[in-house]
């Protein structure tokens, strides 16, 4: 599947979803939704209840030095959570590669997040990795990136300091947002 994905397909992102469970999983659900309706350098966002944590996964068409990633994100995290007035608690970055792809996934506990560091770790990687990151090119209206903006806040904000019982993981498959829930 990996090597199937193309620099620039234009897709349509299903913003609707049905829930089906009440209480703080539709917010966790929105939230992972929204994450990868606004970033699509996003591949995949999985809620890990265990650490009430974030991991996002990218894709690069090339070798990740993760030392020289992580001297890049950690400095300019702390820097950007010392201006917050909050501290981070987790900060993980993890590398695989798979058919000549190297799927980069970094790991932030959802307490000290906020919707300005997705964007900043999305920045931060799209200037190092220019042309080589995969992801499918979505045109999103700028109200409509606003919008999704003030939903990852929102939901941010109230998963914040609650726990979702259950895993959840959302990936982008051929333009739709796919939610699984795991054990």
């Given at each position: 599947?990996?090597?199937?994905?193309k620099?620039?397909?234009?897709?349509?992102?299903?913003?609707?979803?049905?829930?089906?469970?009440?209480?703080?999983?539709?917010?966790?659900?929105?939230?992972?939704?929204?994450?990868?309706?606004?970033?699509s350098?996003?591949?995949?966002?999985?809620y890990?209840?265990?650490?009430?944590a974030?991991?996002?996964?990218?894709?690069?068409?090339?070798?990740?030095?993760?030392?020289?990633?992580?001297?890049l994100?950690?400095?300019?995290?702390?820097?950007?959570h010392?201006?917050?007035?909050?501290?981070?608690?987790?900060?993980?970055?993890?590398?695989?590669?798979?058919?000549?792809?190297?799927?980069?996934?970094?790991?932030?506990?959802?307490?000290?997040?906020?919707?300005?560091?997705?964007g900043?770790?999305?920045e931060?990687?799209?200037?190092?990795?220019?042309?080589h990151?995969?992801?499918?090119?979505?045109?999103?209206?700028?109200d409509?990136?606003?919008?999704?903006?003030?939903?990852?806040?929102?939901?941010l904000?109230?998963?914040?300091?609650?726990?979702?019982?259950k895993?959840?993981?959302?990936?982008?498959?051929e333009?739709k947002?796919?939610?699984?829930?795991?054990?």
């Open positions: 599947m990996i090597g199937q994905r620099r620039g397909l234009k897709t349509r992102m299903l913003s609707n979803l049905n829930y089906y469970d009440s209480g703080y999983y539709q917010d966790g659900v929105g939230l992972l939704t929204s994450i990868l309706m606004r970033y350098e996003v591949g995949s966002v999985h890990w209840r265990e650490e009430h974030l991991k996002f996964t990218f894709m690069v068409e090339q070798i990740v030095d993760v030392t020289e990633l992580y001297e994100l950690k400095p300019a995290l702390e820097f950007f010392k201006l917050e007035g909050l501290r981070m608690r987790l900060f993980d970055i993890k590398c695989r590669t798979e058919e000549s792809i190297c799927v980069v996934t970094i790991t932030r506990d959802l307490s000290s997040m906020t919707q300005r560091e997705v900043l770790i999305v931060l990687l799209k200037g190092k990795y220019k042309k990151m995969i992801f499918d090119e979505l045109y999103l209206p700028k409509e990136q606003i919008y999704q903006e003030e939903q990852i806040s929102q939901m904000t109230s998963i914040k300091t609650k726990d979702i019982n895993n959840i993981i959302a990936l982008r498959d333009g947002v796919l939610v699984f829930k795991t054990q």
